[in-house]
């Protein structure tokens, strides 16, 4: 790994916004899906759910442009486990939607841990979302269609909350991401022919030290250059 490119991942790690985030619920188009996944790396969002409606889709690699391997997925089969799983980290829970009590989404505080539900795109939001967000919210229109595209409402929302977190001086100081999160992705962006080969093998991702180079140990090494069937001599 470069010494460039270790700092440019080092950058962008210290930028994640962990307590920001957006959960797809029941998004489909794989177009959509992508360039939701692109907006929350280019905003800083390290980790974005996902809520599966009785399908199985796949991030489109073309729209999203590699923002895949940066953003963490998390999927869900039911909307009840998404929401309370962000309920738990704290987040209060937006849904944009039409109604009589949305409000104007740019008078949420994006401060606070926020996590925003987008719902499918023909549909919206289910009734059982609506029920457990905490406020509905709303991009004032003032042309013939009522809605965004989901991908373009999520952008137009988290651009918002960028603007006010980097007001409140969010973005100045490290995030708070993990040692072992920050060494996975240091790991992964570094050295992905490596990061490969570990995960064919089964072996764990070695440290990365502050050069952006490899620390294991020799056992490491001597596995990593064989095959697994052929580990039995180095365990005993």
Known sequence: ???????????????RQVDLTVC??????????????????AIGVNDVHAVWKN?????????????????NLHNYSSTKDAITRLKEQGMQVLVTNLSDTAIDFREVDYTKPTAIILGQEKFGASDEALAMADQDIVIPMVGMVQSLNV??????????????????????????????????VLFEGGHPIFAQACIRKGLPYPEIDDNGEIIASDDWWKKMQMTKESWQDIDE
């Open 151 to 184: 991908s373009v409402a999520c952008a137009v929302t988290l651009y918002e909350a960028q603007r006010q977190r980097q007001a409140a001086g969010m973005y100045d100081s490290p995030s708070d991401l993990s040692h072992e999160e920050r060494n996975k």
């Open 55 to 71: 399908e199985t889709m796949r991030l489109g690699g073309g729209t999203a442009l590699g923002s895949q391997n940066w953003v």
């Open 1 to 15: 790994m470069t010494p460039e490119r270790q700092q440019r991942i080092l950058d962008m790690l210290n930028k």
């Open 24 to 41: 797809m619920e029941g998004v489909h188009k794989p177009h959509n899906l992508s360039a939701v996944v692109r907006t929350c790396d």
